[in-house]
């Protein structure tokens, strides 16, 4: 039977795509920062409405009815029509926006992607705040989906259909070595690379070298691992000081010649590009700040990597 058109409210359909997307009423009320008990009972009206449970409790999941399966695709389209009809409606001036947004990154793309991005936006919307979150690569699509950031910039990630991304460029992988070093007065051979003693940036202890799979391929290596650090301005100063050598993202690596006594040279072992790429969910498509920030950051912050 239709439902009357009198006893729609359309924030029931967005609790509804909630549970859905999050899989339980904890996760749609973090998300629709309501409480739970007020995401129950709208789901209580939603079931009465529809004649049917909608989602059933498996541990600790609401897992879909057939239903629910049947209809959220049509549901999401509808909410996802009426989001970008209110953001067509919303100008906004940035040099009025006086808010903080989240950008999920790592260290070394911070350094990469902030003095520009910050510098743009001071002059363009000098009210904006940025914080700057690390967010672990296996919790890209959770902390994108609850909410807990607004964008993510970091490597090429294997994501869901909800994430949106947007590829900003390529980086490669250069060495550092001290200025001086023995091996900086010709170019850096395999032989030499391998000889030599190296630092490697990892954030578990005892991680394996991430370029293991390279050598293998290749059938060269291991390399000599004689330091892990956590992050690679320690690891480029204990490099500045020594013999070992320190491979990391060539944008970074440039930046860090002019702050360092260190010297550039070519990974003498052909590996793949680095993609960065721009990640955030489906549902803040249609969000003019948003969009407004991703057309920043797309326009010139990580021009240097590609």
Not at 80 to 94: R, T, V, W, Y
Not at 152 to 169: T, Y
Not at 292 to 304: P, S, V
Request: proline fraction near 7%.
């Amino acid at each position: 039977m239709a439902i009357p058109v009198s006893r729609l409210d359309l924030n029931l359909f967005r609790v509804m795509d909630a549970v859905y997307t999050h899989g339980g009423i904890s996760g749609a009320a973090r998300h629709l920062h309501l409480s739970q008990p007020a995401v129950s009972h709208a789901l209580a009206r939603l079931r009465r409405l529809w004649g049917d449970p909608l989602f059933v409790r498996q541990g600790n999941r609401m897992l879909p009815t057939e239903l629910t399966r049947r209809v959220i695709g049509e549901v999401q389209a509808h909410l996802h029509g009426l989001q970008s009809l209110m953001a067509q409606a919303e100008a906004f001036d940035p040099q009025t926006l006086d808010m903080t947004l989240r950008l999920g990154m790592r260290d070394v793309l911070e350094a990469i992607t902030l003095p520009t991005l910050v510098a743009r936006l001071a002059e363009q919307a000098p009210r904006l705040r940025l914080s700057s979150v690390r967010v672990p690569r296996d919790d890209l699509e959770r902390v994108l989906t609850q909410g807990e950031v607004d964008l993510v910039i970091d490597r090429e990630r294997r994501v869901g259909p909800r994430i949106h991304g947007l590829h900003l460029g390529n980086d490669t992988l250069a060495v550092l070595m001290r200025q001086g070093h023995a091996l900086a007065a010709q170019p850096l051979s395999v032989a030499a690379y391998f000889a030599a003693r190296h630092v490697m940036v990892g954030v578990q202890p005892e991680q394996p070298d991430p370029l293991q799979s390279v050598w293998s391929a290749l059938k060269l290596g291991p390399r000599d691992l004689t330091l892990r650090c956590q992050h690679y301005f320690a690891a480029a100063r204990v490099v500045a000081e020594g013999e070992a050598l320190l491979t990391l993202p060539r944008t970074y690596a440039e930046a860090l010649v002019h702050s360092l006594p260190v010297t550039l040279r070519e990974l003498p072992v052909p590996v793949p590009p680095i993609g960065i790429w721009l990640y955030w969910h489906a549902e803040r498509d249609a969000d003019p700040v948003l969009r407004w920030l991703r057309e920043r950051i797309a326009q010139g912050a990580f021009t240097t990597a590609c």
